[in-house]
């Protein structure tokens, strides 16, 4: 048993995890709106926070809004790993590597695909762009169990070299 | 991990949630007039234009806030804060509207080209309710500076009745010497205000400009949609069937008068709906529509009583148009009373 599989680092690992999926998710969209507008205003951080702020609850923006749809997939996937690693500590240690890869997985595409869209959306807005955060929720719901599939794949590849050598 | 700490975790989540869904209920809606009141006030224009629009799009609740909001469209000193501000009112209380409406016309015919040009733009922010300072705006289609002639042009155009009278205006700004005239009037001819067979041999003529947007901008217009379509009225209908009332609609029956016949009985329930800027347009449409909208004449009658003056005009004078018998009585006595007020 690594100290990874200890039940003390793994109750840690997940509770930052679940705890991180959700503030992510919730504060991403802002995040990439206000240092976006920070960078454009050439480092007005104060400006660009109270700009945020003005707009949360805005007509035509909604990034309150825009916030919590981000927020959808992280919360479920957040619910999802809570259960899946939480209750992971009392079996075998390779059902733990193998959960943690997967969760990994789904982490990394949840946390790029969204970060990706909310920075293109910013960085090249259009007309339609505001579709993007109707869509996104729906895309990620599909992809992250994707990413969790490629996560355990790559364990179990890395697992089959490990056993040849 | 516990059952015992993964059942706490969850119940922070549902806590979480719980006070984001407070924090929204709280800032918008009515709940948020206060605060946005206050937002006003700000030194900051920034915050008092979004604080304008906010409270724009909550509607009449925010009656609280239409004497913060007149002093911001009648004296701030950043005009897009002052449109704003007029552009909620028109969304909130029609009679403070019309007090911004009356106190910029004279401003019309002022010295300063500034006041001027400021004056179209609150005219224009004022929309549809500005309906009494078309002919006025058409006069100033005649200023000799260009930027004033140009913003009169915009404000027509978002204004957009009485249709005849705009679009005479609008037809005059398509020859003016100055492109930028000649453009704005385009626009509106382009996306809001159906051309007329009178304005076609106009558009013809731009199509000939040697300004290349504009040649682009006469095409649009010639192909428009709201020139074109076979029943031009039919996607109105559907929106107002739905329930989707809103003022761009209603505005553009206004602007199709007889034509618009078919959606009286689509029309009718809008003069009930808790929005007077509504109201106020379906009062508009029928009276656009004139005889035509006979069917209406009871349902105007009943709106008479509407506790909103600038709505009951607008009622009374559709019933003028209209012009049945039953009609003109209801409005000879709706005024000895109204006026004994």
């Known amino acids: ?165 | 991990m516990t059952p015992r700490q993964i059942g706490l975790h969850l119940g922070g989540l549902i806590v979480l949630i719980g006070l984001l869904a407070g924090w929204y209920w709280q800032s918008t809606g009515a709940r948020a007039v206060p605060a946005l009141t206050g937002s006003l006030k700000s030194d900051d224009a920034k915050v008092r234009i979004a604080a304008a629009q906010a409270l724009a799009e909550i509607g009449p609740v925010a009656k609280a806030a239409v004497p913060d909001l007149l002093n911001q469209a009648l004296h701030d000193p950043v005009l897009y804060a002052g449109t704003t501000a007029a552009g909620a009112l028109r969304r909130i209380d029609l009679v403070a509207a019309r007090q911004v409406m009356t106190a910029y016309l004279p401003a019309l015919n002022n010295e300063d080209v500034q006041k001027r040009r400021d004056a179209c733009a609150m005219l224009e922010g004022l929309g549809p309710v500005a309906k009494p300072a078309v002919p006025a705006l058409s006069n100033a289609l005649n200023d000799t500076n260009e930027t004033v002639r140009m913003q009169a042009a915009g404000a027509l155009g978002e204004i957009g009745i009485p249709a005849s009278l705009v679009i005479r205006g609008l037809a005059k700004a398509l020859q003016d010497p100055a492109p930028t005239v000649r453009h704005r009037a385009l626009t509106q001819f382009a996306f809001s205000i159906p051309p007329t067979e009178a304005v076609v041999p106009l558009l013809k003529q731009l199509l000939e400009d040697k300004d290349r947007s504009i040649t682009t901008l006469a095409q649009v217009a010639l192909n428009s949609p709201l020139r074109q379509a076979k029943d031009r009225t039919a996607v109105y209908v559907t929106i107002l069937q739905m329930g989707s009332v809103n003022d761009y609609t209603l505005r553009q029956l206004a602007q199709f008068g007889l034509e618009a016949a078919g959606t009286v009985p689509a029309v009718i329930p809008v003069l009930k709906h808790d929005r007077p800027l509504f109201r106020y347009l379906a009062a508009e449409v029928l009276g656009a529509i004139g005889p035509g909208a006979e069917g209406a004449v009871p349902a105007l009658i009943a709106a008479l009583q509407d506790q909103d003056i600038v709505v009951r005009d607008s009622v009374a004078e559709a019933l003028e148009a209209i012009g049945t018998p039953e009609a003109h009585q209801a409005v000879t006595t709706h005024r000895r009373i109204d006026g004994s007020k």
């Not at chain 1, 007005?44 to 749809?69: K, M, S, T």
């Not at chain 1, 992280?74 to 209750?87: I, K, Q, S």
């Not at chain 1, 293109?120 to 992250?144: E, M, N, R």
């Open chain 1, 1 to 165: 048993m690594t100290a990874l599989h200890h039940p003390r680092t793994l109750t840690r690992i997940t509770v930052t995890l679940y705890w991180g999926c959700i503030v992510f998710g919730l504060t991403l969209p802002g995040i990439v709106t206000v240092a976006h507008d920070s960078y454009r205003r050439h480092g007005a951080w104060a400006e660009a926070i109270q700009d945020f702020r003005l707009h949360l609850f805005a007509p035509g923006y909604n990034l309150f809004l825009v916030g919590v749809l981000n927020a959808i997939p992280f919360v479920l996937l957040a619910v999802f790993l809570l259960f899946h690693l939480g209750t992971a500590a009392t079996q075998d240690p390779a059902i733990v590597s193998r959960r943690l890869l997967g969760v990994a997985g789904a982490v990394a595409v949840a946390v790029g695909l969204s970060a990706w869209a909310h920075l293109g959306t910013t960085l090249y807005p259009d007309a339609q762009g505001a579709l993007v955060y109707l869509f996104l929720p729906i895309y990620l719901l599909v992809l992250i169990p994707l990413g969790y599939g490629c996560g355990r794949l790559i364990g179990k590849v890395a697992r089959g070299e490990r056993e040849r050598s």
